[in-house]
């Protein structure tokens, strides 16, 4: 935005499905610490066995910190690794192709409302939203043009 840089925090499950998303102004232990608690807040969300991330040193902090505060449990691994969070950077794909066709951002609310609504859109068409199955494109038409009031 504006030649500056801003970053892109993404969850995704095993399976592939996106569970949340949050973009800060930096990447530092408070941004991570503040993802891993958006994620974790919602009980539709579980707490996973391993939570793979990339090499930034700011993971480890913030984990450690939401161990301490007993927002995840003493079970739970951090494992940063290079290639494991392949899934997610090939899940941010889609992402990355959207937000490059745009050419840049004027402000951060606006880089924030394009990325929800690609974000929004990407789940759907995952299957994240309930009785909508993966791959059912009416159902999902439907389903968006009832929640903007658009004639299908």
């Known amino acids: 935005m ?20 949050l973009l800060t102004a930096k990447r530092d232990a408070a ?8 994620v974790f807040r919602f009980s539709c969300n579980p707490i996973p066995r391993v939570i ?4 930034n040193p700011a993971y480890p902090a913030a984990f450690r910190e939401l161990k301490r505060e007993g927002i995840l449990p003493r079970r739970v691994r951090l494992r940063q690794c290079k290639y494991l969070n392949n899934l997610v950077e ?7 192709k959207r937000t490059w066709l745009a050419k840049g951002y004027g ?3 606006s880089a ?9 859109m990407n789940m759907i068409r995952k299957g994240r939203v309930r009785w909508i199955v993966k791959g059912d494109v009416s159902a999902q ?7 903007f009031g658009i004639a299908a």
């Open 52 to 55: 793979n991330v990339d090499k």
């Open 2 to 21: 504006k030649g500056q840089e801003k970053y892109l925090y993404r969850a995704v499950d095993s399976t592939g499905q996106t569970i949340d998303f």
């Open 31 to 38: 941004a991570a610490k503040r993802f891993f608690r958006k």
């Open 112 to 120: 924030w409302r394009t990325l929800e609504g690609i974000e929004t």
């Open 107 to 109: 402000s951060f609310q």
């Open 90 to 96: 090939q899940d941010h794909r889609v992402v990355k």
């Open 141 to 147: 038409a439907r389903f968006v043009a009832n929640l």
